[in-house]
């Protein structure tokens, strides 16, 4: 089942993930357009220096790299066509110990936590997760 397919109450679960991660960001969310623009502009603030901003792997800093900055456009294609959304949410989120890419990929959700850790108990948790399914709905909608 891919999300698109995922209701809760109706709502698509993108836009729905996106509207809480806006909400807790105190944004004004009206659309899933509004969400493709949180996503893709995670992505420019966190990834694009790596990637580039054509998500091909040609980023200003990837030429210091030690590994080849893989391009994210091809990940659909590379998975007999389907976008391998919870590989990409765990190479991004880094924590539960899968290496993006090889190494040395910044393991995002640890820096995103601190970037929320005044958000209470489950508040900077919910933040994470949302900013990290931001950007992977973000390369789910480049994929060639």
């Not at 209701?7 to 909400?23: T, Y």
């Not at 108990?121 to 949302?130: D, F």
Request: glycine fraction near 12%; hydrophobic fraction near 40%; aromatic fraction near 8%.
């Amino acid at each position: 089942m891919t999300h698109q397919a995922v209701k809760w109450k109706g709502i698509g679960m993108k836009p729905f993930v996106c509207s809480v991660l806006a909400l807790i960001a105190g944004l004004n969310f009206h659309s899933t357009a509004m969400a493709d623009e949180i996503g893709q502009q995670e992505y420019m603030d966190n990834c694009a220096s790596c990637h580039g901003e054509s998500a091909m792997g040609q980023g200003p800093l990837a030429e210091l790299m030690t590994v080849k900055v893989p391009s994210l456009t091809d990940l659909a294609a590379k998975n007999d066509g389907v976008f391998p959304m919870l590989e990409v949410i765990h190479a991004i989120d880094g924590r539960q110990g899968t290496r993006g890419h090889g190494y040395p990929m910044p393991v995002w959700g640890t820096r995103f936590k601190k970037d929320s850790e005044d958000t209470g108990p489950y508040g900077g948790e919910a933040i994470v997760r949302g900013r990290v399914l931001s950007i992977v709905y973000f390369l789910e909608s480049i994929q060639e």
